[in-house]
């Protein structure tokens, strides 16, 4: 098995995110992909989320400024005088197979949270929010902690785990199906 990126595809063009959940986007764009390419495709969307702000800016996250520092300056605006900073980055991941969904179902999605609080802008690894976000039980930011860390604990580290138990049962069940796989009779 081989591993492919859109950089391997030459003009196929990324899919708008018009839902109005992260697995709506991740949806549209991993559909668009399998049924463009003919294999099955893995996409994701994700976003911060503030309790004090109304679960904000949520999957508007990457709109929210014009870049990563724009963004951040914007949150921190918004939770001026506001002493609860507590958060969530959330994370789905839809793998998304390019037969039709009247054959059986097309697409299975993972979600993942990691909780945490809004701190001041510390660190120089990561991206996005990752300067101001605490993980819980940590005293660092993803931004100070690095990818090792982060790899880890977050958010899409956690919806990842189960898209694989997702694909490792889906190719199970496949194998066992198409009779390729037989179960021992101990």
């Not at 003919?38 to 870049?67: K, Q, T």
Request: aromatic fraction near 10%.
């Amino acid at each position: 098995m081989r591993l492919l990126s859109p950089c391997d595809f030459k003009g196929v063009p990324d899919a708008e995110e018009t839902g109005s959940s992260y697995e709506e986007n991740a949806l549209l764009k991993a559909r668009a992909w399998a049924r463009r390419t003919g294999i099955p495709s893995i996409a994701d969307d994700s976003g911060l989320e503030v309790r004090a702000l109304g679960w904000r800016p949520g999957i508007y996250s990457a709109r929210a400024g014009e870049n990563d520092s724009d963004r951040i300056n914007w949150l921190l605006g918004e939770l001026s005088g506001r002493d609860d900073r507590r958060a969530r980055f959330v994370a789905c991941l839809v793998i998304a197979f390019p037969f039709e969904r009247s054959v059986r179902r097309d697409y299975f999605a993972s979600s993942g949270v990691c909780w945490g609080n809004i701190s001041s802008p510390r660190g120089k690894s990561g991206f996005g929010y990752d300067p101001i976000f605490v993980p819980d039980g940590y005293g660092a930011t993803f931004a100070e902690l690095g990818p090792s860390v982060k790899s880890e604990i977050s958010h899409r580290a956690s919806a990842m785990r189960g898209v694989a138990q997702i694909i490792n049962s889906v190719v199970k069940y496949d194998a066992v199906y198409r009779g390729t796989l037989r179960e021992s009779s101990d």
